[in-house]
T-cell receptor
Framework: GDSVTQMEGPVTLSEEAFLTINCTYT??????LFWYVQYPGEGLQLLLK?????DKGSNKGFEATYRKETTSFHLEKGSVQVSDSAVYFC???????????FGSGTRLQVQP | NAGVTQTPKFRILKIGQSMTLQCTQD?????MYWYRQDPGMGLKLIYY???????DKGEVPNGYNVSRSTTEDFPLRLELAAPSQTSVYFC????????????FGDGTRLSIL
């Protein structure tokens, strides 16, 4: 079945550092890929998405590129802020499906 | 601009008790979902619905029941609470647009003691 693997956290960075959170997936066909962010005490919010190979999703300075050849969708940001501290989930939606398959989440802590 | 609303936010149950987690959305979405999030884990799908009167099992349905009598509401029922059901429960909804995102509620934190 479909699966998503994320790098384990927590990831601790200083403000303005470069961020990469790795995400790889296993799925048949052509899934859509997503990054969701969860701030403390809140539900998940869509951060960005990509629906086909080589698409780049971007939002709020975050980017991720759908790489079918490496089955990856790594999240990057050039300069993190304290307000980016949250848990980040990589997810996929398989071809013809509606529900999402999530990775285990990566906690990001940004220190001033 | 409510979106997806879940109640209650927190609940403590004793083993064997029953309860219903409420979920309502005001976006006229056809698709609704229930997930559970265990500590350090991703979300796992419990049940989903593609429209009023239609529900189906997800990855971890045992111990739960759902109903969908209206487009807006998708309650999740625990009949005999067990410690293994201690988790954070999230309800989500999405439109008929296959590319549309899922919108999540703020979650219900449930402890079974």
């Amino acid at each position: 079945g479909d699966s998503v693997t994320q790098m384990e956290g927590p990831v601790t960075l200083s403000e303005e550092a470069f961020l990469t959170i790795n995400c790889t997936y296993t799925a048949t066909g052509y899934p859509s890929l997503f990054w969701y962010v969860q701030y403390p005490g809140e539900g998940l919010q869509l951060l960005l998405k990509a629906t086909k190979a080589d698409d780049k999703g971007s939002n709020k300075g975050f980017e991720a590129t759908y790489r079918k050849e490496t089955t990856s969708f790594h999240l990057e940001k050039g300069s993190v802020q304290v307000s980016d501290s949250a848990v980040y989930f990589c997810a996929l939606r398989g071809s013809g499906r509606r529900a999402l398959t999530f990775g285990s989440g990566t906690r990001l802590q940004v220190q001033p | 601009n409510a979106g997806v609303t879940q109640t209650p936010k927190f609940r403590i149950l004793k083993i064997g008790q029953s309860m219903t987690l409420q979920c309502t959305q005001d976006m006229n979405h056809n698709y609704m979902y229930w997930y559970r999030q265990d500590p350090g884990m991703g979300l796992k799908l419990i049940y989903y619905s593609v429209g009023a009167g239609i529900t189906d099992k997800g990855e971890v349905p045992n111990g739960y029941n759902v109903s969908r009598s209206t487009t807006e509401d998708f309650p999740l029922r625990l009949e005999l609470a067990a410690p293994s059901q201690t988790s954070v429960y999230f309800c989500a909804s999405s439109s008929s647009d296959v590319q549309g995102p899922q919108h999540f509620g703020d979650g219900t934190r449930l402890s079974i003691l």
